[in-house]
């Protein structure tokens, strides 16, 4: 199978064939589009490379990275010039065009012969309609846009591609950063701003890469176009077109050039359940990466291949034991670790003998157990004091919990998989005990309103307990798995499905090949 592609398309109404007939072949794919010889400005090719794109979803769906060369489009562009960031494998094409194909597998030095996927000689597709705009054909020498820009996708690339259409020197593009991000759903899956820089450029290098490109963060929307007076267009969407308004309104303030504004229609989203947004977007692939591997999990040698094991973590009120239950109820083994903290906490263990020598007989309740109620007030508020309970009690839990472990090994019946529940788990760092960690996460203000209503503490109580945890960054920074209760029940049960069906369906596979 070859990874990357190229395919001529001169037939713009025979695409959606094309596409399926190579979709099995690629994982990569770069649309050339042959042009005939009196080529238009490149802007006019704008709206049909937009509905290429907009089309694409319904023929490959995501399975295909597609990328719409914009460099042949411009006139003094040849195929010799031609300079992609991924190696090319394999040469498409929907007509019979040896000539154009020959001179591509030079340029991109390949040896697979072409493969033509129709016979005809004809090119059916017709040359867009000029868009509606004034500003819609005309090339400037500088064009900005901006966006977070996380996991590129269709929508991107249309924004991006209608940009670089119309810029004929350099193109600004700026990059939100985390500081203009929290408000954005599932703001942890995120990547990093320097992630997504270096995909936008390569990217951008690919489609077009006679432009300057000038890709910087920004920590508020409006970035260099408050002081850069080279500037001459601005691309928004049509959502945040008062936006581009407002950069005008700054500029003139300055006394600045001001921009001439091209507006772009978002791309609908073909998923309408109430929970993914009405547009292509990337908070709906951020939400689609719930219940999946987004993080390989580390190699942990040092543990039985079976029970393999879950660490179930995530922050207050998240609703880990709600998920520790529906997996159970799929067939896993739960280890709940705030029960087995009762359990070490009884009298005749070694973790009570050590609380007692620490904390004194005055913890204790009449029945000689420890009153968690007085050994509360002890520890919180009380760093010093907090850490040194801590530092008795995981490492007793951790040897009752290996305890237990090794009891599960010994039987007959061994479970594939065992749940650690543990909201210690991070904070302790018990992730070498497992073979990899799971976790749930919801907006810290909707815990703090879980909190309020389960423990029925006031507002300042709720925020001051929700400190005291791990953040959802860190969180997700050692995580393999994330759940979101945030939404309705159905849904996360849908994450805990996907997330187990993963799982057993690669456990099975390293059954059967070591048989």
């Not at 908070?283 to 179930?312: C, F, H, K, M």
Request: hydrophobic fraction near 40%.
């Amino acid at each position: 199978m070859a990874s990357t592609g190229l395919l001529v398309v001169s037939n713009i109404k025979q695409l959606g064939k094309s596409l399926r007939s190579i979709e099995k072949y690629v994982h990569s794919l770069y649309i050339h589009l042959n042009v005939p010889a009196s080529t238009p400005p490149p802007p006019v090719w704008g709206r049909l490379i937009s509905q290429l794109y907009a089309d694409s979803s319904s023929y490959v769906g995501t399975k295909v990275d597609l990328r719409v060369l914009v460099a042949p489009l411009k006139e003094h562009q040849a195929a010799s010039a031609l300079q992609l960031c991924k190696p090319v494998d394999m040469i498409f094409s929907d007509t019979h065009q040896p000539e154009l194909c020959d001179r591509l597998r030079s340029a991109l030095n390949i040896s697979q012969p072409t493969i033509f996927l129709g016979d005809s000689n004809s090119t059916d597709e017709q040359l867009p309609e000029a868009e509606d705009q004034p500003a819609s054909h005309q090339m400037y020498p500088t064009v900005v846009l901006g966006g977070t820009f996380d996991r590129i996708h269709i929508g991107h690339k249309i924004f991006l591609t209608q940009a670089v259409l119309r810029a004929c020197k350099r193109l600004v593009v700026g990059v939100t950063t985390a500081a203009m991000t929290k408000g954005k759903i599932l703001p942890e899956l995120i990547l990093p701003v320097e992630q997504r820089i270096a995909e936008l450029r390569e990217f951008l290098l690919d489609i077009d890469n006679t432009l300057q490109y000038d890709i910087v963060p920004i920590d508020d929307p409006f970035g260099p176009t408050q002081h850069d007076p080279d500037m001459d267009m601005i691309v928004v969407s049509a959502e945040t077109l008062r936006g581009g308004q407002k950069v005008n309104e700054i500029r003139a303030s300055k006394q600045l050039r001001q921009l001439d504004i091209f507006a772009i229609d978002i791309v609908e989203s073909n998923v309408h359940d109430g929970i993914h947004e009405s547009k292509v977007s990337s908070s709906n692939t951020r939400i689609d990466l719930l219940g999946t591997r987004w993080r390989q999990p580390e190699a942990r040698p040092q543990l039985p291949v079976r029970p393999y094991i879950i660490g179930l973590t995530g922050g207050i009120a998240s609703g880990k034991s709600k998920m520790a239950e529906r997996l159970g109820d799929m067939g896993a083994h739960v280890i709940d670790c705030d029960k087995v903290a009762h359990d070490v906490y009884e009298p005749g263990q070694t973790c009570y003998a050590k609380i007692l020598k620490h904390f004194g007989n005055e913890i204790l309740a009449a029945d000689g157990r420890i009153d968690r109620t007085k050994l509360g007030p002890r520890v919180f508020g009380n760093a010093q004091e907090l850490h040194t309970l801590n530092s008795i009690v995981w490492p007793e839990l951790m040897v009752e919990v290996n305890r237990r472990l090794a009891n599960l090994r010994a039987a007959n019946q061994v479970p594939k998989v065992v749940v650690l529940e543990a909201a210690v788990l991070l904070k302790a760092g018990w992730e070498p005990n497992c073979h990899e960690v799971w976790s749930m996460i919801v907006p810290p203000e909707e815990a703090i309103k879980r909190v309020m209503e389960r423990n029925n503490l006031s507002e300042d109580e709720a925020r001051k307990r929700l400190a005291s945890q791990v953040s959802n960054a860190d969180i997700v920074a050692k995580s393999q798995v994330i759940f979101s209760s945030q939404w309705d029940f159905d849904f996360t049960q849908r994450q805990a499905e996907r997330a187990w069906q993963m799982l057993n369906k690669e456990l099975d596979g390293r059954t059967h090949s070591s048989l």
